[in-house]
C-alpha cells in the first residue's frame, strides 16, 4: 500500500477556485470531496476525511459526524460522535448500523485528535458548533455519546 501526502492548504484553494478555473493545477477527480471541514463552537476548524457509508473502512479511534449528502451536495449533520472501541470493525458495524437507522449516506472522521481527552474536547466543540448554526433545540438523532 502507498501512501500519499496532501497538502490540505492546496485542497482549501482548490475549493474557492471557480469550476474550470483551476490556475494549472490538476486535482485529482474527488480528492476535493474527501475532505470536509466543520467548525466548532469555539471557531476552530476541524478536517474531517468524508466516506461513502458503505465505502467507510474499519476506524480504531476518533470523532465521527453521519450527515446526509443531498442530489445538490448539500450536507445535513444527523449525528455527532466519538469512536469508543479499541476494535475497528466493532466501530464500523456501530456506524453503519446508527448511520442507516438516521439515512446517513456519509460518515465524516476526524482523525487527528491524540488522545480520547482531545476526542472528547472535539466531539463536544463541534457539537456545540452546531446547536450554534441549527435553529431550534438539538433532535434526539443529533446527538451519539
Not at 470523532?63 to 476494535?87: N, P, W
Not at 456506524?95 to 480520547?116: F, K, M, P, Y
Not at 472528547?120 to 438539538?138: H, I, N, S, Y
Request: charged share 25%; hydrophobic share 35%; glycine share 10%.
Amino acid at each position: 500500500m502507498g501512501a500519499r501526502i496532501i497538502q490540505l492548504s492546496e485542497i482549501r484553494a482548490l475549493r474557492r477556485i471557480p469550476a474550470g478555473e483551476t490556475q494549472g493545477r490538476k486535482p485529482e477527480p474527488r480528492l476535493i470531496e474527501r475532505f470536509q471541514f466543520w467548525g466548532g463552537a469555539s471557531g476552530r476548524r476541524y478536517v474531517h476525511t468524508v466516506y461513502d457509508l458503505l465505502e467507510c473502512p474499519e476506524l480504531s479511534g476518533g470523532t465521527f459526524i453521519l450527515a446526509r449528502r443531498d442530489e445538490s451536495g448539500r450536507r445535513e449533520v444527523l449525528s455527532i460522535g466519538r469512536l469508543l472501541h479499541a476494535s475497528g470493525s466493532l466501530n464500523l458495524a456501530e456506524i453503519r448500523q446508527r448511520g442507516a437507522s438516521l439515512g446517513a449516506n456519509e460518515v465524516h472522521v476526524h482523525l487527528l485528535a491524540a488522545t480520547d481527552h482531545e476526542m472528547k474536547l472535539v466531539e463536544f466543540d463541534l457539537r456545540a458548533g452546531q446547536l450554534a448554526a441549527t435553529p431550534g433545540p438539538m433532535s434526539p438523532s443529533q446527538t451519539h455519546h
